[in-house]
C-alpha cells in the first residue's frame, strides 16, 4: 500500500511524478532542487543558496509526510560540477542535527532547469 505526499510548501511536481511516496515504514522523495514554491521560479543565487532552497523543499516533504530530517536514512545528491561538492555539503549537513544519513553524491551531465543541485531521500515514517 503506498500513499501519495503532497504539499505546497515545495514546488509542485512538472510531470507524471509525485512530490513523496510513503510505503510501508519509508517515505521516497523526488528529487527537489531549487525552486521557491511559492512564486514557482528558481531562486536567485549560486549553489549555497540553491542548496540552502532545496534542502527548505525536501524538510516542507518530509513534514507533510509527519517526518523529518532526524528520520532520513539515505540521500542522492546530484551535483552539475564536482567542484561544488564542498559548498553543498557545508549547507546539506547544518540540516542534520544527530547522525547524518547514508549518502551517495553523483556528478551529472544536467539537471532540470540547468540548476547546480537536486537532491533526493528516503526517510522513516509512522513509530518505525
Not at 37 to 61: F, R
Not at 67 to 96: E, P, S
Amino acid at each position: 500500500m503506498k500513499k501519495i505526499v503532497k504539499t505546497d510548501k515545495a514546488p509542485a511536481p512538472v510531470g507524471p511524478y509525485n512530490q513523496g511516496i510513503i510505503s510501508g515504514p519509508f517515505l521516497f522523495t523526488a528529487g527537489q532542487v531549487a525552486i521557491d514554491p511559492k512564486t514557482n521560479q528558481l531562486i536567485d543565487g549560486g549553489v549555497e543558496e540553491q542548496a540552502h532552497q532545496v534542502m527548505k523543499n525536501l524538510g516542507a516533504v518530509l513534514e507533510a509526510a509527519g517526518t523529518n530530517f532526524d528520520r532520513v536514512v539515505k540521500t542522492t545528491i546530484f551535483l552539475q560540477n564536482m567542484d561544488d561538492f564542498a559548498a553543498v555539503n557545508t549547507v546539506y549537513g547544518t540540516y542534520f542535527s544527530g547522525e547524518a544519513p547514508a549518502r551517495s553524491t553523483v556528478a551529472v551531465s544536467g539537471l532540470p532547469l540547468n540548476v547546480s543541485v537536486e537532491i533526493e531521500c528516503i526517510a522513516e515514517v509512522g513509530n518505525g
